[in-house]
C-alpha cells in the first residue's frame, strides 16, 4: 500500500463533524509578526487579543516565583483552595465551581454533555466564534439569530428556542461587539427557556462593568438548575497565559460535567496565580481606571474624526474602517496588531483591545495614517 494510499484510509476514519469545520484563528502573536516583518518584537504593539494592558497581578507574580520549586509535582486536582476562594468571593458553595483551560474548556464540556446530532444550540449573530465551532464538532447544529444593533435580540433568541435545543449561549458583554444585554431581557431569557435548554451566560468581561447584573441569586437559589456562569481570568486579571477560567452552575449539573473534566486541566501555576489575584483589590482597580480611560480616549477620537464604532462595555472597541483585512495588514507593517473581524462576517471593521495611553495614542496615530485622515 502505497503512502498515499495509507493516507487515505487513516483519513477516511475522521469524524465526519470535522469536515467544513471552521478554524478559530486567534490574534496574531508578537513574536511571528516581528519574524515575518522582520521587526524588533519589544516595538510591537498587540491590541488583538483582549488582553490587559497592565499585564498580570503583582501578587499573582509572586505566587508564580514561589510555586517554582515545586513543578515537578502534579497540581491539586480538585483545586481544593482556589474553589474553596472563589466561593467565598460568590457567597456560593465549592460545589457550584468547575475550573477549566480557560471558559472554552468549559464550552467543550457543555458540548460534551449535552451537544450531539439531532441537537441544536441558539447564538447571535457575531457571537464569539468558539459556541457554533463546538456546537459543529459535536454533530449539533447552531441556529445563529440576526442581531439586534450589533447586540443580542434576546427575545428573538427565545423565540427560536425549539424542543431540539439544548444550548443557548450568550456573552454578556459580548465579544466581539461590545455590547450589553439589557437586563430584563437576561432575566426573561433565563425564565422562561425549557427547563431542558441549558442557558450559558458567558461573563468574561463582568469585572470591566460598573454596574453589572448580578444573576449569582439565581444560581444561589436552585431555582434555575438550567443556567451556567463562565467567567475567566484571563482578561481583567491578566492571566490569558495561564488559561483558566470557571463555570457556575447547580451542583447537580456541574457534577455531571466534572464526569468529563479532564484530571490536572487547571496547572498548578494557573491555580497558584489566580488564588493570589483574586485579592489584588489594587491591580483589579487600576486595570478597570485603564480600560475606563481607553474607551473614553478612543469614543471621543473616533467620534471627532467621523469613524463609526460600536460603543463597547468591554475591553476592546470594534472599529468599521471600509476594509478590516487591508486596514489590519497595514497597521502590522508599522507594528501594530489588531484584529480583522471577517471571520465574524464583519469584513469592514476591526476590533481594538484598550491598550496602555501611549498604545492607545500610537495605534490612533497610525489609523488616521492608513484611513488618510489629516
Not at 477549566?100 to 457575531?126: D, K, M, W
Not at 483558566?244 to 496565580?273: C, M, S, T, V
Amino acid at each position: 500500500m502505497s503512502t498515499e494510499e495509507r493516507l487515505a484510509a487513516l483519513l477516511s476514519g475522521l469524524n465526519p463533524a470535522l469536515e467544513g469545520l471552521p478554524v478559530y484563528q486567534p490574534g496574531r502573536p508578537i513574536e511571528e509578526v516581528a519574524r515575518e516583518l522582520g521587526l524588533d518584537p519589544a516595538g510591537i504593539a498587540k491590541l488583538a487579543s483582549n488582553e490587559n494592558p497592565l499585564g498580570p497581578s503583582p501578587r499573582a507574580l509572586d505566587a508564580l516565583r514561589g510555586l517554582l520549586p515545586k513543578l515537578h509535582l502534579y497540581p491539586d486536582g480538585n483545586a481544593f483552595y482556589l474553589k474553596r476562594r472563589l466561593a467565598e468571593k460568590l457567597n456560593l458553595d465549592p460545589a457550584h465551581l468547575i475550573l477549566g483551560n480557560g471558559s472554552n474548556e468549559i464550552i467543550e464540556f457543555i458540548g460534551h454533555a449535552l451537544i450531539r446530532p439531532g441537537v441544536e444550540t441558539v447564538v447571535s449573530q457575531y457571537c464569539f466564534a468558539i459556541y457554533p465551532i463546538v456546537t459543529l464538532l459535536f454533530g449539533g447544529k447552531p441556529i445563529v439569530v440576526p442581531a439586534s444593533d450589533y447586540g443580542h435580540d434576546l427575545e428573538a433568541m427565545l423565540e427560536a428556542i425549539t424542543p431540539q435545543t439544548r444550548v443557548v449561549f450568550v456573552a454578556n458583554p459580548n465579544n466581539p461587539t461590545g455590547t450589553l444585554a439589557p437586563p430584563k431581557a437576561v432575566l426573561r431569557l433565563i425564565r422562561e427557556a425549557p427547563p431542558q435548554t441549558l442557558v450559558v451566560i458567558d461573563e468574561a468581561y463582568i469585572e470591566y462593568l460598573d454596574e453589572p447584573q448580578d444573576l449569582l441569586p439565581l444560581v444561589r437559589s436552585g431555582e434555575h438548575p438550567n443556567l451556567l456562569l463562565m467567567r475567566t481570568f484571563s482578561k481583567i486579571y491578566g492571566l490569558a497565559g495561564l488559561r483558566i477560567g470557571y463555570g457556575i452552575g447547580h451542583p447537580d449539573f456541574i457534577a455531571a460535567l466534572e464526569k468529563i473534566r479532564q484530571p490536572f486541566n487547571a496547572n498548578a501555576a494557573a491555580q497558584a496565580a489566580a488564588l493570589a489575584a483574586l485579592d489584588d483589590e489594587e491591580h483589579l482597580r487600576r486595570s478597570r481606571e485603564v480600560n475606563r480611560q481607553g474607551l473614553l480616549f478612543w469614543q471621543d477620537a473616533l467620534t471627532r474624526l467621523g469613524v463609526a464604532f460600536i460603543p463597547s462595555f468591554g475591553n476592546f472597541i470594534l472599529v468599521n474602517v471600509g476594509n478590516g483585512a487591508q486596514v489590519f495588514r497595514e497597521l502590522q507593517q508599522r507594528g501594530i496588531i489588531v484584529r480583522p473581524m471577517g471571520g465574524y462576517q464583519l469584513p469592514g471593521w476591526v476590533r481594538i483591545s484598550i491598550g496602555t495611553e501611549e498604545e492607545n495614542r500610537r495605534c490612533l496615530e497610525a489609523l488616521r495614517e492608513v484611513l488618510g485622515i489629516g
